[in-house]
Structures are given as structure tokens and as C-alpha cells.
């Protein structure tokens, strides 16, 4: 299979082979609790099967409902927070022309709200919105999450204003929970299109879904050779060997781990990967940050980042590994010239290309970093195209299950999230939080 690979020969010097070895059963077990259903958080697993029983028929309306609003709209705001965007955003960035929002070449846009509770952020987003034929795409199980209901809240006033409400229903739709909330009432009583987020597939977990797959589709891409990737992945690591590379990373960051390695820094030398280690944070952070227990995750963007985080990591605290994705091909070519007068000193590097360059600096990085005691593991991908994004996220999202029950955590539930959803509303006087707004207001005014 043409796909992603994993070299993790640049642990060694921290962990040995015999270190591996000792988590072997810990992996098995944990990529057997994934398959046999019977681990901490096992009505979460939607997600372990979703890429091979997602039917070619919703694909297909997925691709439908996206060329509708391809077609009928200047720009799509996706609505989400969490895995309801991260995961759509960083495939998008990995896949889209940099600066595809300067060009005028009549392609749909898609931007994203819900995120945040910036009111400048949706200030600013509803002034561009004002003379655009815009859409929604809101997402959410509930429909009551603060961040995305408020901007869902303010934009479908918006669009209702802008081309009445009869029109706003025909370019809204809602990825929600098939039965039950406020979203789903909604969209049952104003006729939205929607389609479902299965309750076994948690928020994370869900760019294979129509989560991400519709936003992903409606600004261009192709989600059928996105599935096909995860399919791929999906397939070849189902069973317990040492060549299944689930197993592989999961068992090197947990040895890491276990000889002090507390933080883990996903690299990139792409810059169309830094949403991609938005969403990696989040998969690793949600899942395996509890009972004081887990590897905290960082990324940077090198080369970028070699001229600010540099200096730590090279010579900081050693608590720190590095996983390096490495892209192996480019979409262009891009040719240094040569200068006559090579004031700046780059002839040395003339007629080679931008991208030799950066493989170079990317290895001269990574030989520098482990010379410094920075173990690093490597992942290298072919090219970014939809295929290998969509091994890539199945790659992250299966080893993120079995990192997790080596751990002896459940990766699938998130109950430190809710504790600042509780001060936020008794500090807002939600109705029914009447005794903890007075604890907290106490509390402050003490």
C-alpha cells in the first residue's frame, strides 16, 4: 500500500528495544479493547469502523448537498467548536492554495465560526457577510453549546435578513444528533437539510463523518479518496503485529513517556500542516489529559519556529520528543535563480529547488535536536492529497485509543471540559444554576 510511515530509530538514544518490548502486551490489549468493544468508553468506538461502513450512498448526498451550496453560495461558514472544526479546517488548510482568499476565481470559501467567543471575530465576520451570498453549515449534538450556538444564534438572523427565511432554510444545514436537541427541533420544525452525528462518535473523532466531510467537500476536495485513505489505514491495522504502526507510535511516545519524556512536539516543515496540529493537540490533549496523568502536546511550524521555540527545544529542559511529519513530495516546483552580484550569499544554493532546501533543514534540524537529547520519531507522508490525509487522521485517531489504554486512561470521555461550563453559567446566571451563581459570585467578591 502506497501510505504514511513511521521510523522511530531516533528514540533509541532515550529508550531501548527492550523498553518497546515491554509495552507489547499493553498495546495488544489495548488495540483489542478498540476492537472487542469491552474498554473504558466503549459507546465511543463509532469512530474505529467508520471509514469501511460509511456507505457510498452518503458520500454520495454529502457530495450533493455540497455542490448545492457550491452553487448557491460565495461563502459557507461551517459552525463548531472543538472537533466540530478542527478536524474539516485542518484538512482544508492542508489541501487548499495558500492564498486562495486573495484570488477572485469564483470558488466557494468556506470560513468557520463557533470557535470562539471573539466579538470582534463575529463583528468582522458579519460585515464581510453583509453583501455575500453566504450559507451555514451548523454542527453541534445538542444545538446549545455556548461558542456555536451564539454565532449560529447571530448568523442565521443574518441570512434570514439578508434573503428572507424561506430562502435561509434552503442554505442551512445541520449535522446533528438524530433524534433529540434543540438543533434537531429546530431543523425538524424550519425544514433544514441535516445529517447525523452518530451518538457513538465523539467530537474528536468525527472528521470522518459528515462532520467534516461536508465542509471538506464544499470547498472542493475529494472526500471519496479522503474515506479511501482511511479505509486503507483502517484495514491495515486491525491486527496485532510489530509492522502495525498504530501500535508502533502508541507504544514509542508511551516508553517515552515512562523514561520522562512529559511533551510531545509535532513538527511540520509544511505550512499548510498547522491545522493539522491544531487538531492533533486536541485528539491527544482531550484523550489523555486526566487523572494527572498524560504526554502534553505542542506543535510548531518549522522552519518558522526555529527562529523563536528553537533555542528551547534544542537547549531547554529535557522533557521533550519530537514527532516529525515530513512531507516527501510537492504539489509545484519553485527554482532558486542565480544573482550576479549574490549580496545575500545564495548562489551556493542556485538552481536547486525551495524544497531541497527545506529537506535539508528539516534534517539538519532533527540531527541537531537528537545530538541535544530531543529523541524524535518520524512520519513521513507522500504528498499532501486526500488520500494520505485520510490514513493520516485514521493513523492519529486509532494509535490516540491505544496510547490512551496503555495508559490506563479512557480516551474517549472528557470530564475536565465541563468544569469551566459551570462557573461560565453560574457567573452568567443560567436559570438553574441558582445556587452555584452565589457560590461563585461569594467567592469573587470575598
Not at 34 to 54: E, M, Y
Not at 148 to 171: C, D, H, M, Y
Not at 381 to 394: D, S
Request: hydrophobic share 40%.
Amino acid at each position: 500500500m502506497d501510505s504514511i510511515k513511521i521510523n522511530i530509530k531516533d528514540t533509541f538514544g532515550c529508550i531501548t528495544d527492550t523498553d518497546i518490548k515491554s509495552l507489547d502486551a499493553a498495546a495488544a490489549d489495548g488495540l483489542a479493547k478498540l476492537h472487542n468493544g469491552n474498554g473504558a468508553g466503549n459507546d465511543f468506538l463509532g469512530w474505529l469502523d467508520l471509514p469501511s461502513r460509511t456507505p457510498a450512498t452518503l458520500i454520495n448526498e454529502i457530495e450533493e448537498v455540497a455542490s448545492t451550496l457550491r452553487q448557491n453560495c460565495e461563502v459557507v461558514v461551517a459552525i463548531g467548536i472543538g472537533g466540530s472544526y478542527l478536524g474539516a479546517k485542518a484538512v482544508i488548510e492542508a489541501l487548499s492554495d495558500s492564498f486562495a482568499s486573495y484570488k477572485n476565481n469564483n470558488d466557494t470559501i468556506v470560513l468557520f465560526a463557533g470557535q470562539n467567543i471573539g466579538e470582534d471575530y463575529l463583528y468582522e465576520l458579519q460585515s464581510y457577510l453583509k453583501d455575500k451570498k453566504f450559507g451555514i453549515i451548523v454542527i453541534s449534538k445538542s444545538g446549545t453549546t455556548t461558542e456555536p450556538a451564539i454565532a449560529f444564534r447571530l448568523l442565521k438572523a443574518q441570512l434570514e435578513t439578508q434573503v428572507g427565511k424561506a430562502e435561509a432554510a434552503k442554505r442551512i444545514v445541520a449535522i446533528t444528533d438524530a433524534k433529540r436537541g434543540a438543533l434537531r427541533q429546530l431543523a425538524t420544525e424550519e425544514g433544514y437539510k441535516t445529517f447525523v452525528i452518530d451518538d457513538n462518535v465523539g467530537g474528536r473523532f468525527s472528521v470522518l463523518s459528515p462532520v467534516g466531510l461536508l465542509p471538506i467537500a464544499v470547498a472542493g476536495f475529494d472526500i471519496k479518496a479522503l474515506m479511501q485513505g482511511a479505509v486503507e489505514m483502517e484495514n491495515s491495522t486491525k491486527d496485532h503485529s510489530a509492522d502495525n504502526i498504530t501500535e508502533v507510535y502508541a507504544v514509542t511516545r508511551n516508553a517515552l513517556y515512562n523514561a520522562g519524556k512529559k511533551i510531545e512536539i509535532l513538527v511540520n516543515y509544511n505550512p499548510k500542516l498547522h491545522y493539522f496540529g491544531e487538531w492533533w493537540k486536541q485528539l491527544y490533549g482531550e484523550s489523555e489529559g486526566k487523572d494527572h496523568k498524560g504526554i502534553f502536546p505542542a506543535s510548531v511550524d518549522n522552519s518558522t519556529d526555529l527562529h523563536s521555540m528553537g533555542q528551547w527545544i534544542q537547549d531547554g529542559e529535557r522533557t521533550i520528543f519530537e514527532t516529525v511529519l515530513s512531507v516527501e513530495n510537492q504539489a509545484h516546483e519553485v527554482v532558486i535563480p542565480s544573482d550576479e552580484a549574490n549580496l545575500d550569499g545564495l548562489n551556493y544554493i542556485a538552481g536547486k529547488r525551495v524544497d531541497e532546501v527545506n529537506k535539508m533543514a528539516e534534517l539538519g534540524t532533527r540531527i541537531a535536536h537528537i545530538d541535544g537529547g530531543v529523541p524524535n520519531l518520524l512520519i513521513t507522508i507522500p504528498a499532501l492529497k486526500e488520500k494520505y490525509l485520510g490514513q493520516l487522521i485514521y493513523f492519529f485517531e486509532k494509535a490516540c485509543g491505544i496510547s490512551g489504554y496503555i495508559l490506563d486512561v479512557n480516551p474517549f470521555n472528557q470530564p475536565g471540559v465541563e468544569d469551566y461550563k459551570r462557573n461560565m453559567f453560574a457567573l452568567l446566571a443560567k436559570p438553574g444554576y441558582e445556587k452555584e451563581t452565589e457560590a461563585i459570585k461569594s467567592r469573587i467578591n470575598d
